[in-house]
C-alpha cells in the first residue's frame, strides 16, 4: 500500500513539473498500448515526466520524431489515422494530422520542413507541410505495406521500406515519384543513411541480416549477418558504428563501417525495436517492447548501463 502511494505521489508530481527543473537532452518513448509517451532526462536516466499528464492520444500509438528547430513532438495515432503534433514545453496536444490509412514509420527531413508518413494499407507516403500541419502530396510506392520511411541527408531521397513485398521504395523528392525499388532479401524493416548519403542499410527482419546499399545505383552492394529477426537500426554521426537490433534474439549488434564486422553483441531487454543516440554519441537507447524498458547502452565501452522502466510496449526512442 504505502509502495502504490508513493508511486501515486511520484506520477502526480512528474505531471506538474516544469521541463526546466530538468537537463536536455530528452528521450522521448512512445508507448504503444498506453498511447502515452515516456520523457527521460538523459543526464540521470529517469522518467521525470508523461505526455499527457492525463489521459492518452490514442488507443494505438507508434512511432514518433523530434523537430530539429523546435519543442515539437510528432506521434502516429494509428487507431485515428494521424499524426499528433505535441508541445513539449506545455506538454499536450496541440494539433491532430490527418495522413492516410493506417500509418506507421514517420521521418523529419532535416532542415524541418517536411514530414514522410508511411502508409501501410494505402502502400502510399504521405508528405506533411510542417508550417500548415497538412499533408501536402501523397506518393504512392511501387512496394506493399511501406512500413519506415526515411529522409536522405541530403534531402533529395525518401526511401520506404516494404515489408509485404520484400523491397525498398526509392522516392525522387523533386518529381515526387518512386524512381527505384531495391529488391531486399527478405522483410526489410529499419532503414539508416551514412552521414555522407552514399550508402543506405537496411534490415531485413526474415533473413537476420543488414544489407549495404549504394545510393549511386541503389543496388545492394554487401551484407552482414546479425541476430535474429533484425529490426532496428541506427547510424551513428560520424558514420563507423551501425547499430541493429535483433528481436529475436535481444541484443544489439554493433558494426564497424570500415571493416563491414560485427564487433560487440549487447545483450538488452525482450523485442529491441528502434533506437537513439544522444547528440554526443555516447549513450545509445533502445526500446525493448515486451520487456516494457528502455536500456541504456555506454557507446565507448558497449556496456549496458541501465533499464529504464517506462510504459507498455515502447515502440522506439527519439532524443532531442
Not at 175 to 196: C, Q
Request: net charge neutral; proline share 4%; aromatic share 6%.
Amino acid at each position: 500500500m504505502q509502495q502504490a502511494l508513493q508511486q501515486l505521489l511520484f506520477t502526480a508530481a512528474l505531471a506538474t513539473t516544469s521541463f526546466s527543473a530538468f537537463s536536455q537532452p530528452f528521450a522521448y518513448v512512445p508507448n504503444e498500448k498506453d498511447g502515452t509517451v515516456s520523457v527521460i532526462d538523459t543526464s540521470t536516466d529517469e522518467v521525470v515526466k508523461r505526455l499527457p499528464a492525463k489521459g492518452q492520444f490514442g488507443k494505438k500509438i507508434q512511432a514518433a520524431a523530434v523537430h530539429p528547430g523546435n519543442q515539437n513532438l510528432y506521434v502516429v495515432v494509428r487507431d485515428k489515422n494521424a499524426v499528433a503534433v505535441v508541445d513539449t514545453q506545455q506538454g499536450k496536444q496541440v494539433a491532430l494530422i490527418k495522413v492516410g490509412d493506417e500509418p506507421e514509420g514517420i521521418d523529419i527531413s532535416p532542415d524541418g520542413k517536411l514530414l514522410a508518413a508511411c502508409l501501410e494499407e494505402e502502400n502510399a507516403v504521405a508528405l506533411v507541410d510542417l508550417q500548415a500541419n497538412k499533408v501536402k502530396h501523397t506518393i504512392h510506392t511501387q512496394g506493399r505495406n511501406p512500413e519506415h520511411c526515411v529522409f536522405s541527408p541530403d534531402q533529395q531521397w525518401l526511401l520506404a521500406s516494404n515489408e509485404e513485398s520484400n523491397n525498398v521504395d526509392v522516392i525522387n523528392l523533386t518529381s515526387l515519384k518512386s524512381e527505384h525499388v531495391i529488391a531486399a532479401t527478405k522483410h526489410p524493416r529499419g532503414v539508416g543513411f551514412s552521414p555522407d548519403g552514399k550508402w543506405a542499410y537496411v534490415a531485413n527482419e526474415a533473413a537476420n541480416l543488414l544489407e549495404i546499399v549504394s545510393t549511386s545505383d541503389w543496388k545492394v552492394q554487401a551484407n552482414i549477418k546479425v541476430g535474429l529477426r533484425s529490426n532496428g537500426v541506427k547510424v551513428n554521426a560520424d558514420g563507423s558504428r551501425i547499430y541493429v537490433s535483433n528481436g529475436g534474439d535481444h541484443n544489439i549488434s554493433v558494426i564497424d563501417t570500415a571493416s563491414r564486422q560485427v564487433i560487440a553483441t549487447i545483450a538488452v531487454g525482450q523485442r529491441p525495436w528502434n533506437m537513439a543516440l544522444t547528440p554526443d554519441g555516447k549513450k545509445l537507447y533502445v526500446a525493448n517492447g515486451r520487456s516494457h524498458s528502455v536500456s541504456v547502452i555506454d557507446t565507448q565501452t558497449n556496456q549496458r548501463l541501465k533499464d529504464i522502466p517506462v510504459g507498455t510496449l515502447p515502440w522506439g526512442v527519439v532524443i532531442r
